[in-house]
């Protein structure tokens, strides 16, 4: 469960819950393998939900990495460097089933007309722009080699040992928001989700600790990285439709920008709310939530 437990030291949560992670993430990346075959229809729910998973899981491990790090130091980063590129190996089937599910998304919750595009058509017109398939394999040996490093992982005791990880991500989260307000574009955009994502993973990881308070923090990071993340997906259907554009496409790639801008307004605003406080202060916080659940002193939710 990718979760403290009370009766662990800091050091044996992060290696339990990074090793789960990275064996799962195996696990499904030689199941695909052994399967190639089928790995040639990016667009089957099998295939989706496998590339799902591991990229999940792949992303956990990355949030953890940026908790650990100052106190990893190499080890936490070549970590994070062999699941970033494991995930990426996945990168073009997930664009494909991404472009072919929003097509009818657009048309379903939004009310924009799709049907005079052929949804299996971007999809394979994704594919084909990337011409090396991937290399599942790789991925597998990049998980293994993953898994080997975290093993070796040396943290202190207490806190102390992700406080330093979990204020440095907040503050990247908070300055890449002051980027995304001032007018930065999808790229820039993508980056702040990146911190969304990892601080979401922080407080899930240590949710136990004080659930009245880390509960609507998870829930806030959850919101704004499924917003931010829709925004990226109609990113890439437009440049899907941008391919090979015909009046049709340009008018559904229109209708797509402008949602992108909703999304956009809705996720900086709850963005503000989130990235509110003093970093170091933040920290501190969680910090003393820490000493609390140590000291067995119980966490009341009052409402």
């Excluded at 339990?16 to 992670?21: C, I, K, N």
Aim: proline share 5%; glycine share 8%; with cysteine.
């Amino acid at each position: 469960m990718f979760r403290v437990e009370r009766d662990e030291a800091v050091d044996d949560a992060v290696r339990r819950v990074v090793r789960e992670a990275l064996l799962d993430a195996t696990e499904l990346v030689a199941a695909m393998s052994a399967h190639s075959g089928s790995y040639a229809d990016p667009a089957s729910a099998e295939v989706a939900q496998a590339v799902h998973e591991v990229r999940k899981r792949c992303k956990e491990v990355r949030g953890v990495c940026a908790l650990v790090g100052p106190s990893v130091g190499d080890g936490a980063r070549a970590v994070d460097r062999l699941c970033r590129n494991a995930a990426r190996q996945l990168a073009p089937s997930r664009d494909a089933v991404v472009a072919q599910r929003w097509l009818g998304r657009l048309q379903t919750e939004w009310g924009v007309d799709t049907s005079a595009i052929d949804p299996v058509a971007v999809a394979a017109e994704i594919g084909g722009a990337h011409q090396d398939p991937p290399d599942l394999e790789l991925a597998v040996l990049q998980l293994e080699t993953a898994l080997a490093f975290a093993r070796a992982w040396r943290l202190g005791s207490g806190f102390g040992a992700v406080a330093t990880g979990l204020e440095g991500t907040y503050r990247r989260g908070a300055d890449r928001l002051h980027v995304v307000v001032h007018g930065a574009g999808p790229e820039q955009l993508h980056r702040w989700r990146s911190s969304v994502k990892q601080l979401w993973y922080q407080a899930r990881l240590l949710q136990p600790i004080a659930p009245s308070a880390l509960d609507p923090l998870v829930a806030q990071l959850d919101g704004i990285g499924e917003t931010v993340g829709d925004h990226h997906d109609l990113h890439v259907l437009r440049m899907a439709l941008s391919v090979r554009p015909d009046p049709e496409r340009r008018r559904v790639a229109a209708a797509a920008r402008d949602i992108q801008l909703d999304l956009e307004s809705r996720a900086t605003a709850a963005g503000a709310r989130v990235y509110a406080e003093v970093p170091a202060a933040f920290a501190t916080r969680i910090g003393a939530y820490w000493k609390l659940w140590i000291e067995m002193v119980p966490d009341h939710t009052f409402g």
